[in-house]
Every structure is written in structure tokens, then in C-alpha cells.
């Protein structure tokens, strides 16, 4: 959905790395990470912040529940930790 149905250029190569719902379907926290990195992190979180509202009322036409949860979006930066950590490993590999 993210990738077809959403329009606004901000939200270009961006990917969903994790959703945590609250028990009582309140609150869905989604974690957002992009191919470039943390350089967009606030144009992507405004462009997802503008959209909330669409993302939220085409997922409620496609989930069946009692109450559709309200959006919150965070940036992930587990990424691109996980690649400096990556190019740490391949730096102390080569030097062996």
C-alpha cells in the first residue's frame, strides 16, 4: 500500500521494519526505516503524519475489527546500525 497507493515523493524507498499494536487496539505503532538512511528521517515521518488519516481509513476497509487503532510512526534506526556494525566486522576481517 505504501508503495501503490501513496503519492506524496516523500515517501519514496521506505519500509515498514516493525508494527507493535497496544492490547487494547488503541494505539498502532509502526517503525520506518528508508534505503537512504536517517539524512530523511523528518520529511518521511511529516509525509506519514500528513497521510495517517488516508493510511488509516484504507486499512480499516481491509481489516476486519471492531476499532481500527490510530497510527503513530517512529523512525528505526536498527538498519542502519546494523550496517555500520557490518562494515566495522568486514574492516576487522580484512585486517586479519
Not at 538512511?37 to 484504507?58: C, K, M, N, T
Amino acid at each position: 500500500m505504501l508503495i501503490r497507493e501513496l503519492s506524496d515523493p516523500r515517501l519514496k524507498q521506505i519500509f515498514v521494519t516493525d508494527v507493535k499494536i497496544d492490547r487494547e487496539l488503541a494505539f498502532a505503532d509502526i517503525y520506518i526505516s528508508a534505503v537512504e538512511g536517517a539524512s530523511r528521517s523528518a520529511d518521511i515521518l511529516a509525509g506519514l503524519e500528513s497521510a495517517s488519516g488516508f493510511i488509516r481509513r484504507i486499512l480499516a476497509s481491509r481489516v476486519e475489527v471492531r476499532a481500527f487503532p490510530r497510527l503513530r510512526f517512529h523512525w528505526d534506526p536498527t538498519p542502519e546500525h546494523a550496517d555500520h556494525i557490518e562494515k566495522i566486522m568486514a574492516e576487522i576481517r580484512e585486517k586479519k
